[in-house]
Nanobody, 119 residues
Framework: QVQPVESGGGLVQAGGSLRLSCAAS????????MGWFRQAPGKEREFVAG????????YYGDSVKGRFTISRDNTRNTVYLQMNGLKPEDTAVYYC????????????WGQGTQVTVSS
């Protein structure tokens, strides 16, 4: 199983924006709902956003609702996370995975991409 490759993270000031990308393998992308998760230092990994295979249904964690937007390009096996209005509490390593509801499907994770928001 090939792990996904997340990218697009960086250091941004509070109120700023970033767009994350996650390129997955055909086997772990095709036909699946996809989701973003994040893990801050000393905390458990938490669900951030999910999108159905067709892209029609999107859903979000309460802490990011109204600020983040998830999308996908099925021709590129890629899922995106547009993050606006970033806050210091959004600082974390962000990961993607196939999802069922708000739970990851696969045990294997990519390396993630670091997002750091300064106040």
């Amino acid at each position: 199983q090939v792990q996904p490759v997340e990218s697009g993270g960086g250091l941004v000031q509070a109120g700023g924006s970033l767009r994350l990308s996650c390129a997955a393998s055909e086997r772990t992308f095709s036909g699946y709902s996809m989701g973003w998760f994040r893990q801050a230092p000393g905390k458990e990994r938490e669900f951030v956003a999910g999108i159905s295979w067709t892209g029609v249904i999107t859903y979000y964690g309460d802490s990011v609702k109204g600020r983040f937007t998830i999308s996908r390009d099925n021709t590129r096996n890629t899922v995106y996370l547009q993050m606006n209005g970033l806050k210091p509490e959004d600082t974390a390593v962000y990961y993607c995975n196939a999802v069922r509801g708000r739970s990851p499907v696969f045990d294997s994770w990519g390396q993630g991409t670091q997002v750091t928001v300064s106040s």
